[in-house]
């Protein structure tokens, strides 16, 4: 790295100022999709704990 280069940034050396930081694009699932898993989710985790309720 050049002398004027760091100097120019008022001799910040954190790597933040000299690295370039590539964002990508991320997709997420719909929230209804999501939300339609959970409740998924919750109704198998309900049936389980019937289950063991009924073991007891």
């Known amino acids: 790295m050049p002398k004027?280069?760091?100097?120019?940034?008022?001799?910040?050396?954190?790597?933040?100022?000299?690295?370039?930081?590539?964002?990508?694009?991320?997709?997420?699932r719909p929230p209804k999709e999501i939300i339609a898993e959970l409740k998924s989710l919750e109704h198998e985790i309900a049936d389980g704990l019937d289950e063991l309720e009924r073991m007891l």
């Open 4 to 28: 004027a280069e760091i100097a120019a940034a008022g001799y910040d050396l954190s790597i933040n100022t000299y690295k370039k930081v590539v964002h990508e694009a991320k997709t997420h």
